[in-house]
């Protein structure tokens, strides 16, 4: 059942269109829309920018990677290969899956073009689930077959630079101190493609087999471990249950001493960094845009009370209670809002939409990261839509305490 302030405030509203009040209420529901437009947007690339970069780096790292504590500044030291710390690491709590990996630096080299790259070498027990969906042409690389392969996966970034293609063949160049040079020819199987251009133009993925023998690393030598999560934010809680595992397995294998479990804010503080200096400038936005939006809907609400002074002293006349008086103000204030985070949530989500769907805004890579601005949404804005409205309504609690200062015996002069 409807209460008697809310029927009035509807009634005052409709009222108001053809009076001074309906400018300034207008004025008021397009600042809404606005606002909250932009807030939405804001948050949606905000929220866009770290699910995908952290998307891509846990594709391309894994969410944990137990490594040799020198790799985390340089290039990364071999570890043993070792089923027991696999064991270990398999069966510790919130492990999905372990894997170890190979990785070698070398030139890629086709025709005249010539590109640093360093290969990623996976076996048959890697999970490629994220690889299976970043692919745009051709297949991963056949890890399974008893033979080795000599296949390659290059990102779409580094065939263009190349010219090369699914089906051609690129020849890898790998050297290593003064030893001599190493080479061998690789055929282009698949093409991938993640917009995370700082890392799509270095990283080709292959059979562990293949960069074992042309890295020549020795067969009980491994790069590291990915370690996959069941749920990211435990990574650091997972990294020091693997700590410990690899404290116990180091008792035994003196080449485990300086291993360590990295997740991935450890590895890549920079970026990590870099997305919280967008968080806080995300906030900085959304503080501003409500300033804006609840001075606007305080000045309208002033205006709606001052033009109503009339009536307010007829229904405090006929025994309203200033509370109740009040309430139809702030209902007035509630619709208002409503109107207008409506209209800004369809802009929002229109544009959302569309850039999801053409990706209309590209970016610099070099500066961005991403060759695409990314967009998310989710649960967050429906909170950040229903904290929008009570943040409002409790702000005109202050311009709606001026009805309690209208004298009935002073404004029933005034027409109602």
């Not at 929008?388 to 200062?405: F, G, H, Q, T, Y």
Request: proline share 3%.
């Amino acid at each position: 059942m409807q209460s008697i302030e809310y029927l009035i405030a509807r009634r005052t509203a409709s009222s108001d269109s053809e009076s001074r009040t309906s400018v300034m209420s207008r004025i008021a529901t397009v600042t809404v829309a606005l606002g909250v437009a932009a807030m939405v947007l804001t948050l949606s690339v905000v929220y866009g920018f770290r699910e995908q970069i952290y998307a891509d780096l846990r594709g391309f790292g894994s969410d944990c990677r137990v490594i040799d504590v020198s790799s985390l500044s340089a290039v990364e030291k071999p570890l043993p290969l070792s089923e027991e710390l696999l064991g270990r690491i398999s069966s510790t709590e919130g492990v999905e899956w372990v894997a170890p990996y190979l990785t070698a630096e070398g030139m890629a080299k086709s025709g005249d073009n010539v590109l640093g790259l360093q290969i990623k070498g996976i076996g048959k027990e890697y999970n490629t689930a994220w690889w299976q969906s970043r692919l745009v042409e051709g297949s991963l690389p056949d890890v399974a077959s008893e033979q080795r392969s000599k296949q390659i996966a290059l990102s779409r970034t580094t065939a263009s630079l190349l010219d090369v293609g699914v089906g051609d063949r690129v020849e890898m160049l790998f050297v290593e101190g003064d030893e001599r040079p190493r080479r061998d020819a690789f055929k282009v199987v698949g093409l991938y493609h993640t917009g995370f251009e700082e890392l799509d133009r270095v990283v080709a993925l292959a059979d562990e087999r293949d960069v074992r023998r042309v890295a020549n690393i020795a067969g009980d030598k491994v790069s590291g471990y990915d370690v996959g999560i069941v749920r990211m934010e435990d990574a650091d809680k997972v990294a020091a249950l693997l700590d410990e595992e690899i404290f116990l397995e180091a008792q035994g294998n003196e080449g485990f001493i300086s291993t360590v479990a990295a997740p991935l804010r450890q590895r890549h503080p920079v970026v990590f960094d870099w997305m919280q200096a967008h968080t806080v400038i995300a906030r900085a936005v959304i503080i501003i845009m409500m300033v804006v939006l609840l001075f606007n809907m305080a000045a309208a609400m002033l205006i709606m009370v001052f033009d109503r002074i009339g009536m307010i002293g007829a229904l405090k006349a006929q025994g309203m209670r200033t509370a109740a008086i009040r309430r139809i103000f702030l209902y007035r204030a509630a619709l208002i809002f409503l109107r207008g985070a409506v209209w800004g949530n369809v802009v929002a989500g229109v544009l959302i939409f569309v850039q999801w769907r053409w990706q209309v805004v590209e970016l610099d890579p070099v500066g961005y990261m991403l060759s695409v601005l990314p967009v998310d949404v989710g649960w967050w804005w429906l909170g950040l839509n229903v904290l929008a409205l009570v943040v409002a309504v409790v702000v005109m609690l202050l311009p709606s305490m001026v009805v309690a200062r209208i004298r009935p015996e002073v404004t029933l002069r005034y027409k109602l």
